[in-house]
DNA sequence: GAAACCTTGACACGACCGTGGTAAGGTTCC
DNA sequence: GGAACCTTACCACGGTCGTGTCAAGGTTTC
């Protein structure tokens, strides 16, 4: 067969089990079940499981992210509606580096991200 | 004078003094400052702010998913790597016209364009 | 020169997020 | 028929979000 349970999906993926089951319950990958109620990821749900993750580490965002991101192209209103408040932005040229707010965003992470890069990635539960 | 400090601000807008700051330390309005660092909201930053409450609170959207929404048009790498992720999510036809979607994902590519052709080269990525 | 604003900084708190664990029960495999 | 997996449903924990409040100090106005 083509399909991974559960736990294969998640060794190969560099997930655990039961985030596999939060990113479904956010809406972002459903795999199929069988019929017993198993979950079954194909190739393209592996795939896309490992890109999530380097979505979310390489950029620094959350899943609630992604999923509003998805929110925004399936919902056209929304997304017109957020938009609309972007454009009365007011344009600043080339007045102040905009990566102020930005650095404030991520800063809030950086702190764990520091601290998780200087411990060693062990088993924390026992 | 065209402008309103804090607390005046906050009464046209609904919003608490408090929030106005929250909301500026998002990087979503920040007011310009008098002489002795006072904020002051003009005419566009009070509007701005009303059609922020309306946008939060009719989508029921935060204001992290609007600083992430920022963060999409001012990062087009990051554009580029979500949009990705979505291009290889598999389609449910039913649940979305496909003259509609399309119009969309036009839509969605040519301000995607745009914007990459209207903002400097400064994507250096960390 | 005092009242009434403004500033930043901190403590607090409920709600949710990301994540792990565990329990009670069904399925698959040998 | 038991081991090893799967399911859902909870509890727990630290972190962040949205928000209020308070303190210590500067500014504006009369």
Request: hydrophobic share 40%; charged share 30%.
């Amino acid at each position: 067969m083509d399909a991974l349970t559960i736990q294969e999906a998640a060794q190969t993926t560099d997930w655990s089990p039961r985030m596999l089951r939060y990113i479904e319950r956010a809406g972002l990958i459903e795999p199929r079940r069988s019929q017993a109620g198993y979950r079954l990821y194909g190739p393209g749900e592996l795939q896309r499981l490992r890109t999530l993750r380097e979505l979310t580490t390489r950029y620094d965002i959350g899943l609630g992210e992604i999923g509003f991101a998805m929110r925004l192209r399936r919902d056209a209103e929304l997304a017109g509606a957020v938009d609309a408040w972007f454009e009365a932005q007011p344009r600043r040229p080339e007045e102040v580096p905009p990566a102020e707010w930005l650095r404030w965003e991520q800063d809030k992470h950086s702190k764990l991200l520091a601290l998780a890069a200087a411990a060693p990635p062990a088993t924390s539960h026992a």
